[in-house]
């Protein structure tokens, strides 16, 4: 679909906007003030805070600048300065972060901090972990590997921080790390509709006052080959980490740029990806409130699975059926424990 650069007014923007979030995953309308949500991404995004401010006022929200301590921007070193150069996929990644968080979450702060380039990714983590953020959003990741390990102890091993990450846009049994880590939230992806009508679905739950949620396809999903399974999970057919333990939508969402992105494109774009569904899980956390210090938050939904919708349809690829790569009623690899109903789950 072409790009739109302005919609008239009180016209909405292709693409599912900020309310429309709200709503399907009954969100509170004023928590989170005060939380810092972090997203770490490689290079630089030079019109963060002017695209966030359209997208703010698109959907009605209370600005976020960087005069009111609201948003800021730092370097894998903390500084502003010299800013990384920017590369138009890492830009478009960002605007689908930065904004993604701002429609879940209009009371939080942000925090973006950009790598130098894709190979000081954990660099950045360390930062702003350093900075003092509790919920690390990082739409990103790699192939699994056994080197991977030792990595995850260093950057991830950290107890009362939330580190959330995309469980990958490849289906099943692709899986990427950091989602593959047992210290991490695995963010899988759902397709999102608006029905317009409470219906039965699925035979199982009733349809969110209008909304209907499915498995994304491209979802990554499955059993890890390298990473030990956590102490809180416990589906049968893995004996290694299962991959993903939320969702939340994944295509089809509205975000707005003025750096073009890897087409050119600029203006009014529609996003897919669980980079969508990533700072969406991370700012549920931070809506939730601080983790307890000596907890690890990823298995807050394994206590809380009551506290999710429950998605029940689709599948991510081929596997007789399995839960690993097929939405069934429980635990599912493709959507985890299910999709924020509020951010009970979320919480100790």
Known sequence: MAPVASVPPGAEPPGLGALDIRSAYNLPPHAGKGQTVAIVVAHDYPT???????????????????????????????????????DPGWAAEAAIDTQMVTAACPACNILL???????????AVDQARTKGAKFISMSWGRDEDPSQRPLDRIHFDHPGIAFVAASGDAGFPNL?????????????????????????????????D???????????????????????????????????????????????????????????????????????IASAYAMAGDPRPHDRPNSYPYRHRKALHDIIQGSTGSCTGS??????????????????????????
């Not at 901090?113 to 660099?123: G, H, T």
């Not at 087409?263 to 009014?268: L, Q, S």
């Open 48 to 86: 963060a805070e002017h695209d966030m401010a359209v997208y703010r006022r698109q959907f009605n929200l209370p600005p976020c600048t960087s005069a009111s301590g609201c948003f800021r921007k730092i370097n894998q070193r903390g500084g502003s300065l010299p800013p990384p150069s920017v």
């Open 113 to 123: 901090v950009e790598a130098d380039d894709n190979s000081n990714l954990l660099a």
């Open 176 to 208: 990427i790390w950091p989602a593959a880590s047992p210290f991490t939230t695995a963010a899988g992806g759902t397709q999102l509709e608006h029905t317009g009508a409470a219906e039965p679905y699925g035979g199982h739950e009733p349809d969110r």
């Open 210 to 280: 209008g909304w209907q949620e499915t498995a994304w396809p491209d979802a990554g999903s499955g059993c890890s080959r390298t990473q030990p399974k956590p102490p809180f999970q416990h589906d049968p057919d893995c004996p290694n980490r299962t991959v993903a333990d939320v969702s939340a939508v994944a295509e089809n969402v509205a975000i707005y740029t003025t750096t073009p992105n890897p087409a050119g494109e600029t203006g009014w774009l529609r996003a897919f990806g669980t980079s969508v569904a990533t700072p969406i």
């Open 323 to 348: 839960y690993l790569c097929t939405a069934v009623p429980g635990y599912d690899g493709p959507t985890g424990n299910g999709t924020p109903n509020g951010v009970r789950a979320f919480r100790p």
